[in-house]
């Protein structure tokens, strides 16, 4: 089968097609024949080497995926040959290639309304999402939630999931084409964080209260202004951040504010499983739709890589093999 392998750390470039072998299942083990691979910003920091996680060289990237099961192994019922499930996280190599080798607590039933494509997008976006909004903040129906990057990945699942749930949801996003996106996602409320005074206009949207809880995609830009237009009580959930930031905890004081980290590398086996049943329903029942923006040959991940980073996200970037 083919691959991208990574034998150093460094920019796009150090990603390569190769030949390597088939994958086998042993005990409690799931090939998946790869229809779809999703691409996430993360990623492109582990390619890097600035991750705080390294992977042993050679490696090949990648935790998302769909496609199809080719074989089982012993011990294994939950799936069975021929299935369509989406992949969350495998056991020797990444998604980016032509199969993968998965224990099978990491795959789960795909949907037929939902494409290889749409599968590819579900499991970091979509897990983030959910643990972020209901493990790490503890979100409540009733409650408003602003999305700060709103028409990205992880966004677009944040602003789903918690419309779902029964938030009042304030998304914003950098260009005309990603708040329409965010509006059409089911955002009650979509705003330009480019547009003078849009933080003015989050405090109107809330009567002047403040945001119950906030997902942040950018720490680094955003922290310290979001702390500003918290209701009291009110939680921020780091998502993503691409640097230091310099806050003034008095905002935080004056609230009983909270900032909170995550990472969904940090949720147990026991953690992911409730996730995992709580997407499918979504999925299932349609209140869950994941976007894709560009679907690429395999070939050429290293140009998937340049494009998850540029700014003004929109969807998700999947590679097929």
């Known amino acids: 089968m083919k691959a991208i392998l990574i034998h150093q750390f460094g920019g796009p470039e150090v990603m390569k ?21 999703g691409v996430n910003p993360v990623d492109t920091y582990i390619r890097s080497g600035a991750y705080a996680i390294k992977p042993s060289l050679p490696y090949t990237p990648g935790a998302d995926g769909a496609g199809i099961v080719a074989a089982v192994g012993a011990g294994v019922s939950r799936v069975a040959a021929g299935a369509r499930v989406y992949v969350a996280g495998t056991v020797t190599t990444g998604t980016y290639a032509e199969q993968v080798l998965c224990k099978d607590w990491q795959v789960h039933p795909l949907p037929e309304k939902i494409s290889f494509a749409q599968g590819a997008a579900v499991n970091v976006p979509y897990a983030t999402a959910y643990r972020a909004l209901f493990n790490r903040a ?26 779902a749930a029964g938030l009042t949801v304030i998304g914003t996003a950098g260009t005309e084409r990603g708040l329409q996106l965010v509006a059409q996602e089911g955002a009650h409320h979509a705003v ?55 806050i003034n905890p ?15 590398m940090n949720a ?42 540029e700014a003004g996200s929109y969807g998700k970037i999947v590679l097929v093999p």
């Not at 390597?20 to 024949?33: A, F, T």
């Not at 408003?144 to 602003?159: E, R």
């Not at 202004?225 to 939680?235: E, F, I």
């Open 268 to 309: 147990t086996q026991a953690e992911l499983a409730g996730i995992h049943a709580a997407l499918v329903a979504g999925l299932e029942n349609g209140t869950l739709r994941p976007v894709v923006r560009q679907e690429l040959p395999l070939a050429e991940a290293g140009r998937s890589h340049q494009l998850v980073m």
């Open 138 to 163: 503890h979100a409540q129906p009733g409650e408003t939630l602003l999305v700060h990057g709103a028409s990205g990945g992880v966004g677009v699942a944040c602003v789903q999931i918690a419309r």
């Open 192 to 246: 330009s964080h480019r547009a003078p005074g849009y933080l003015e206009q989050i405090r109107s949207l809330t009567g002047g209260r403040g945001v119950d809880l906030i997902a942040e995609m950018l720490a680094n830009v955003n922290l310290g202004k979001d702390l500003t237009v918290l209701a009291p009580g009110g939680r921020v959930v780091v998502i993503g951040s691409r640097g230091t930031v310099e």
């Open 250 to 264: 008095r905002d935080t004081m004056a609230r009983d504010a909270a900032v909170l980290g995550m990472t969904l």
């Open 17 to 37: 097609l190769e030949e390597v072998p088939d994958q086998r299942p042993g005990p409690g083990d799931v090939v998946v024949q790869v229809k779809a691979a």
